[in-house]
Every structure is written in C-alpha cells, then in structure tokens.
C-alpha cells in the first residue's frame, strides 16, 4: 500500500519535471503488480490519478508561460533568444496542441528571418486538425508566395474556408495579388470585387495592388528594332528612348571619338593603311555592341519594370498578413 | 538540463543565470537572464539581468549584442553603485563596438549624476575613448586625476606617472593631421603633389608620369605623326582619367594617412593606459 502510494509521488513529480518516459515505466510497473482489494485502491487511485492531473495541467500552464516568453522574445526582436527557446521546447514531451503552437512560432521566426523554407518545413510539422490550421496554412501560402511557387500558394488559399471577415478579405487580397503576379487583369478584377474597400485590414494594400495593375497594364515594351535603328543612327539614342537617362550619353561620348578616329586614319592612311585596321575594328566592335544593347534594351526595361512590381506587390501582401494574425 | 530549467524558468534567479554565464552556457545563461527582465517587476533585477546578459555578448566578443542589451537599461530607480555598473557596461560596450560618442556620452553622464568616488574608477575608459575621439587633452587631465587618486599614498610614483602622462600627451608628440581639402587643392592645380602632400611620393610621381604621359601623347599624335584627332583622343582620354582619378585619391591618401597617424599614437596611449592600470598603489 505504501510502495504504491509513493510510486505515484514519484511518477508525480517526474511528469512535473518533464521526464514522462520514466513515470510511463513506472506506470507500468504499478500495472504488474498483484492487484489489492479494490475497495481499498480505489480511493488511492483516485487521489494519485487527481494528482497527476494537477501534474499535467501544471506542465501545461509552464508550458504555456513559456509560449508567452517566446512571443515576447519574437515582439522584442531576440530571435536567437526565441529560436532557442523553441527549438527546445519543440522537443518538450507535451499534447499535440502545445507542439504545434511551438512549431508555429518557429515557423513565424523563420518568416521573420526571411528563411521560407525553414519556416516551410516546420509548418508541415502542423498537425492538419489543429486549432492553428488556419493560420498555418495562411503562413504556408505566405511562404510559398515569397519562395515564388504561386501554383502551389493559390491551390491553400483557395483550400482555405472558415475565415472570418478579416481572414478572408487578407485572403481574396493575396489571390489578388498572385494574379497580378501572374499578370493576370481579368481575374484580378474578378477577385477585388469580393474584397470590401472599406476594410481596414487591406484598404490601403488594395488601393496600391490597384495601382500596380494600372501601371502593369499600361506599360508597354519598347520595339528593339527601332531602339537598334535609333543607336545606329546616333549610338545610345536608342537606349534614350527606351527610358534610360544615364547610359545613352556614356555610350555616346564612347563612340564619337573612336569614329572620329576611324574617319581620321582612313583619310591619311587609306583602307589599306595599318592605322585604319587598327581604328576600324576597334569603333567598330563598340558601334554594332551599342546597337545589340540598344536592341536588348527593351527586354531589360521590361524585367525590371516587372521586378520592382513584383517587389511591391509581395511588400503589399505581406503586411495585412501580420497585421491579421 | 535544459528540459528541467525551460519549465522551471520563473523560478529562476539571477545567481542560476550567473552560474550559467561561468560555465559558458551563454545561449541558456542569455535566455535566462531575459527571462528575469521579462517576468521581473523592479528596475533593478531587472538592470541585474540585463547587465549579466551583456556581459555573456561581451565574453563570446559579440559588441554589438552587447551594446543592443545595455541600450535597453531604464536609468531610473537604480543605487549609485548600480548606476555606475550599468553606465560604465553601456561605455565600454559602445567603446569595443567602435562606437566612440556613444561611449563618451554615458561616461560623460555618469561623470555628472554620480559622485566623483565612485566614477574616478572608470577614468582609464574615459581617457581611452577621449583619445579616440582625438580629445587628447581632455583625455590627459582625466588620466592625471585617476593616478592622483590611485596612487595618493605614494608622491615619487604619483609625481614620475604624472610627468610620463604629461610627456607621452605633449603636444609635440600628437599627430600632424593631413588636410583632404588641401590635397585636393594641390592635385587640381598640379597633378601628383595631392599625394605627395599626403605622404605617398610614389603614388604621386606615377599620376605626375600619366598625366604627363596623356598629353604627350597629345603632342606626338598633333605635332609630328599628324593624327591630330587620334592624337587629342587619345591623350585626353589618358590625361582625363589620372588627372581626375589623382584628385580623388589624393582626398584618399590624406585621410588615410591622417587615419594611420591616429591609430599608431592612439594604440601607444591604450597600451600606456592599460600599463598604468596593472601598477598596484
């Protein structure tokens, strides 16, 4: 009766300090021995088993505490501190529940740190019928968006259900957003539609995602054939009207001396003198490249046009995200 | 161990994280530490831990972690003697992270609220992070003052420490400063005396031969094979390139060397400060 009793101290107090895996033997143990009158166990069982309770629910207040010190640890930017504290607590012998708000916060570090695949790879820790599922898979398209898998971020958001009016506005916003990405106009116009321009969560990301689809869908690329026409006729006029301001002159106060050079030595020296085969291919070399920048240039305007938007447009997403969860 | 003392962790003091910091512990011995800023309610077990916390930064040489904690004191509520701690820590962290105004300005402070027995200690600081800002002077009466302190027991050590400090600060011995504005002056009006002004005469004589080179070539292509335009092209496009290249670099050259200067007498002065504090009264 007393070795029983002080088993279920002990076991107690292991759960109390985390060392499950022994009070489980010792659980085990208990279960081997030769059964007593059950009139007799039943009330000890039963204050052993309230005990215990009082051991797991007080793990799980620590626990939670601890929860709070990591997102404190996250507000006040001491992410080495945080990453370390959840990187233990992951590993802490604990419900479904708890892992999965460790590993979610380690998934929102990783967010943070600009490291989506780390922050990937823990969300697919997530237990798919957790209470955090939601948020989850809203960090996980998040991540996908900025990883530029948009397929594979639009297939969650649109599995996403359950929202509420928030939720779902940040949602329909990011699906704005991937067709823009994809520089999809009509179904971005479809999309917007559902999402409320008085919202406040999204109001001001809206009307910027708006004003990238009108820029995206005026811009227009430049002919290459007339920007190469354009640099043969004076090297680096091309490039000007093209969009660029400071490189047609460098092209330009280039190419003008080695012609002048080229013009000078086939005057005294004639086609045949060694002077102009020198000068020749040299302006030459210069000239027909001036004119093949010139021609590519339009290709490049167009790249970084889309890359400065593309910039914005996930800058945009990714703030009523935060400001949502 | 880290189970035991993850879901003990508001049970911990300040002695557990200090014990940590000794062991090397510093990523435990940090978490705990932040955990007492974070569930303590007074100022000062809170400066405690955040001190303690700096210092684990300052034992792995991580300054900047250093100078980010000691930034998040609260100076309000503390003991004299804690306030002392916390502003000297706040010096010295911002002094080994380079950041020398910083520095000077909580030493400052802390020389102004605090009584002066408690902060002649910290002179040696003081001085080194007055040199640094090239406040040589200032830096020699603080230095005067903490061996007049010290060693006020003993007048013939008090008196040859006093002459050396006043000897190794003599005007005389401070860095001669270049100035990048004359350099500038000088290789705009005669190419390559920019960097011989600063110092360089190599680098001078090389921009003098270019330049020089650039319009002779000039002169060749005009005067005698008669490319005049391949001449001009050619020889400016060399002339160009030194003459406006020299210009920047003699701008370079002179802070460098005025940098050069500074280092060399200012890690006499540290290594001379340093000595003065290993000398037992």
Same mark, same amino acid.
């Given at each position: 009766m007393v070795i029983f009793d002080c088993r279920h101290i002990v076991c107690s107090l292991l759960v109390l300090l985390g060392l499950e895996a022994f009070s489980q033997d010792v659980d085990s143990i208990s279960a081997n021995q030769p059964l007593v009158e059950d009139s007799l166990v039943q009330p000890l069982a039963e204050s052993a088993e309230a005990e215990t309770t009082w051991s797991i629910d007080s793990k799980r207040n620590a626990f939670t505490k601890e929860l709070r010190f990591a997102q404190y640890l996250i507000t006040q930017e001491l992410y080495t501190d945080a990453d370390y504290l959840l990187e233990n607590l992951i590993y802490q012998e604990v419900d479904q529940d708890q892992h999965d708000s460790a590993v979610f916060y380690k998934a929102w570090l990783s967010y943070f740190r600009q490291n989506f695949v780390e922050s990937l790879n823990a969300l697919y820790?997530?237990?798919?019928?957790? @209470?955090l599922n939601t948020e989850a898979s809203f960090l996980m398209a998040t991540c996908f968006l900025h990883e530029g898998k948009y397929d594979q971020s639009e297939a969650i958001f649109n599995q996403l259900?359950?929202?509420?009016e928030n939720e779902r506005a940040v949602k329909n916003l990011n699906l704005a957003g991937l067709a823009l990405l994809a520089r999809d106009y009509t179904k971005y116009d479809s999309i917007i539609?559902?999402?409320?321009?008085?919202?406040?969560? @999204?109001g001001s990301e809206l009307s910027s995602l708006n004003t990238y689809k009108t820029d995206m869908s005026a811009y227009k690329r430049k002919s290459p054939w007339l920007a190469g026409f354009l640099s043969a006729l004076v090297p680096g006029l091309g490039k000007f009207y093209v969009g660029y301001r400071g490189t047609p002159f460098g092209a330009l106060t280039l190419n003008l001396p080695l012609a002048a050079v080229a013009v000078e030595t086939l005057i005294i020296s004639g086609w045949t003198g060694i002077p102009f085969l020198i000068a020749a291919p040299l302006f030459g070399v210069f000239y027909i490249g001036n004119i093949w920048g010139s021609a590519l240039s339009p290709y490049a305007h167009e790249q970084e046009f889309y890359d400065e938007m593309d910039h914005n447009i996930l800058y945009d997403l990714h703030i009523p995200t935060r400001r949502v969860f | 161990m880290i189970c035991i003392s993850l879901l003990e962790?508001?049970?911990?003091?300040i002695q557990t994280a200090d014990s940590l910091r000794q062991n090397q512990e510093y990523d435990l011995a940090r978490l705990t530490y932040e955990r007492i800023i974070y569930s303590s309610a007074d100022n000062v077990s809170r400066t405690e831990a955040l001190l303690g916390k700096a210092q684990c930064y300052l034992d792995e040489n991580d300054f900047d972690g250093a100078q980010y904690t000691v930034e998040r004191i609260v100076f309000f509520g503390l003991t004299d003697s804690l306030m002392w701690e916390a502003r000297s820590r706040a010096g010295l962290a911002a002094f080994l992270n380079g950041n020398f105004e910083a520095a000077e300005s909580q030493l400052l402070v802390a020389n102004q609220m605090l009584p002066d027995s408690i902060t002649i200690q910290g002179s040696p600081l003081y001085a080194l992070t007055l040199n640094e800002l090239g406040k040589w002077d200032e830096a020699k009466t603080e230095l005067i003052t903490w061996i007049n302190w010290r060693f006020e027991e003993d007048s013939l050590i008090q008196d040859s420490l006093q002459s050396m400090v006043e000897m190794v600060y003599s005007e005389k011995g401070q860095p001669k400063y270049r100035d990048p504005k004359k350099a500038d002056l000088w290789a705009t009006l005669l190419p390559g005396t920019g960097q011989l002004y600063s110092g360089y005469f190599f680098d001078g004589a090389f921009t003098a031969l270019m330049v020089a080179s650039g319009i002779g070539v000039a002169a060749l292509g005009v005067?005698?094979?008669?490319y005049y335009v391949t001449g001009l092209v050619l020889g400016y496009g060399i002339y160009q390139r030194f003459y406006t290249a020299g210009i920047k670099r003699s701008e370079f050259l002179a802070r460098k060397r005025n940098y050069q200067r500074n280092r060399a007498y200012n890690d006499c002065l540290q290594a001379i400060v340093i000595d003065l504090q290993n000398i037992e009264p």
């Open positions: 820790d997530i237990d798919s019928s957790s @209470v259900d359950g929202l509420t539609k559902r999402i409320p321009e008085t919202n406040f969560m @999204v | 962790g508001y049970s911990e003091s005067f005698v094979v008669k």
